[in-house]
C-alpha cells in the first residue's frame, strides 16, 4: 500500500532555511507526480508546490515562489522541498502527497502523508 513519511520539519528563526523530505513506498515512484502542501493551524490546507514524475516540470504557488525549490530522486523514491528565507507565515504542517498522473496539470491528490512541522519564529 502506499506509504509517505515526511521529515525535516524542524524550529527555525526568520530567513533560515529547512530541507523537507518525503520517503515514498508501495508504488512506482517514478510514474506519478508529487505536491506538497501545508495547513497552518485555524486555516485551511494551502497547495505549495507541485513536480511532474519526471522532475523536470515543477509549479510553485506565488507565496513560496523564489523561497522554496521541490525536486525529486527517484531512484531513491524521495521527494524534496527546500524552504529559504523563511518567513513567520510560512509556519505549517507540511504534507505530501501523491497525484494520480504523472503530470501535475492531470489528475488529482490521491494520498497524503502525515506531515512534518515547520515552525518559524524568532
Known amino acids: 500500500q502506499v506509504h509517505l513519511e515526511e521529515s525535516g520539519g524542524g524550529l527555525v528563526q526568520p530567513g533560515g532555511s529547512l530541507r523537507l523530505s518525503c520517503a515514498a513506498s508501495?508504488?512506482?515512484?517514478?510514474?506519478?507526480?508529487m505536491r506538497w502542501v501545508r495547513q497552518a493551524p485555524g486555516k485551511e490546507l494551502e497547495w505549495v508546490s507541485s513536480?511532474?514524475?519526471?522532475?523536470?516540470?515543477?509549479n510553485y504557488a506565488a507565496s513560496v515562489k523564489g523561497r522554496f525549490t521541490i525536486s525529486r530522486d527517484n531512484a531513491l523514491n524521495t521527494l524534496y522541498l527546500q524552504l529559504d528565507s523563511l518567513k513567520t507565515e510560512d509556519t505549517a504542517m507540511y504534507y505530501c502527497?501523491?497525484?494520480?498522473?504523472?503530470?501535475?496539470?492531470?489528475?488529482?491528490?490521491?494520498?497524503r502523508g502525515q506531515g512534518t512541522q515547520v515552525t518559524v519564529s524568532p
Open positions: 508501495g508504488f512506482t515512484f517514478s510514474s506519478y507526480a
Open positions: 513536480i511532474n514524475s519526471d522532475g523536470r516540470s515543477t
Open positions: 502527497a501523491k497525484m494520480s498522473s504523472g503530470s501535475y496539470l492531470f489528475g488529482k491528490e490521491e494520498t
